[in-house]
């Protein structure tokens, strides 16, 4: 576990985003823990977070120029990203949809930057289980404005199994700040009992 990682799931803990108990996920799986980035909800917890994601564009997606924020939690990870990174003084542009199309005001389904063609996307997210709503973010963006993102980049990948990961998202070209591993390696190192929890979940898969 590195630095990096470590200091992700460190977070996630502090803003009590890591919580453990029985819960129901999108895809309709159980588990025994939830990681819910709507709790990463303090300024400076924010500002952080853009932080981790900011490195994460640096390293995985050195050439976006664009980031898009699904509604509703990749809103708050999209804008906080993009002030980090203009900090660094690297600006991009920012765009969000809506879960359903507005038919006054503005209108349609999309919110902010308009992109073109030559557009490099990247979608940010808090967590991908089985990618669908990813999936259907790509479908959305490439219909409305006939360009495809370039990539995903998540908080934490909850799919990977012994570094498997299914075709579907390796088409996404999924990154994620950090893995179940990284939660486990962060846990043990604390002595906490919840990292056999994690540990076994991920063994089961």
């Known amino acids: ?40 909800a303090r300024a400076d917890h924010l500002a952080e977070l853009g932080e981790h994601f900011a490195a994460g564009i640096a390293r995985f997606f050195p050439d976006a120029d664009t980031l898009f924020g699904p509604a509703y939690k990749g809103i708050a990870i999209a804008t906080t990203t993009a002030v980090a990174m203009a900090r660094s003084g ?8 809506r879960k359903e199309a507005k038919a006054h005001g503005e209108g349609g389904t999309f919110i902010g930057h308009r992109p073109t063609a030559a557009s490099r996307i990247v979608v940010l997210d808090d ?5 669908a709503t990813k999936e259907d973010a790509f479908r959305a963006i490439e ?14 990948d909850r799919t990977r199994k012994r570094g498997a990961r299914s075709p579907a998202l390796e088409a996404l070209n999924l990154h994620a700040l950090v893995e179940l591993s990284d939660v486990v390696a962060y846990l043990e190192a604390k002595g ?5 929890v994690v540990k076994q979940y991920v063994e089961s898969r």
């Open 1 to 40: 576990m590195s630095e990096s990682t470590g200091g992700i799931v460190d977070l996630l803990v502090r803003a009590d985003a890591l919580r453990f108990g029985s819960f129901t996920l999108k895809d309709g799986s159980a588990s025994p823990f939830f990681i819910d980035l709507g709790r990463v």
């Open 192 to 196: 906490a009992s919840e990292a056999a």
């Open 143 to 156: 219909a409305t404005f006939g360009v495809r993102p370039i990539g995903v980049l998540v908080a934490v």
């Open 127 to 131: 967590v991908t289980t089985s990618g």
């Open 90 to 97: 690297r600006v991009v542009q920012t765009f969000f949809d």
